[in-house]
């Protein structure tokens, strides 16, 4: 018999999955998470984006050298330590990122619309504890 945290963690899996069949870009989901990353935090270090991503600096040098030769983000020399380099998204990483937001957003906005009224609020209850569980 599943446990509850099996129970939730596959709900989370199958919603996540869901969620990338609205995809519609090139990138991999690595590359779009890292993108985002690199959005939330404004202009990094590839050390700051790996913590976020909870990965170890080498393994996304690649990820971000791909992004930049994609036209996605902008590599810069860091104006304290000239060993470092700071990310950003350029425009053309920002206009995609928003792309795949608002499909991935208008599916999930029409899914929840079948929902009652107190689903939507138990949703977004949990969505806060969601967090709460992906940031330990």
């Known amino acids: 018999m ?4 099996h129970q939730l963690a596959r709900a989370v899996a199958r919603l996540n999955r869901r969620l990338r069949q609205e995809r519609d870009t090139d990138l991999t989901p690595t590359q ?6 690199i959005c ?6 590839p050390g700051a984006i790996a913590a976020l991503e909870r990965v170890q600096p080498p393994s996304i040098t690649r990820t971000l050298a791909s992004l930049v030769e994609a036209g996605m983000a902008i590599r810069t020399p860091h104006p304290d330590d000239g060993r470092q380099v700071l990310m950003s998204v350029s425009e053309r990483g920002d206009a995609v990122l928003a792309e ?8 999930l906005s029409h899914a929840l619309d079948e929902l009652t009224p107190a689903e939507r609020r138990t949703l977004e209850e949990a969505a806060v504890l969601l967090e709460r569980l992906s940031a330990r």
């Open 2 to 5: 599943p446990t509850h945290a």
């Open 40 to 45: 939330q935090l404004g202009e990094a270090t």
């Open 100 to 107: 795949e937001r608002d499909r991935r957003d208008l599916w």
């Open 32 to 37: 779009l998470s890292v993108l985002g990353a």
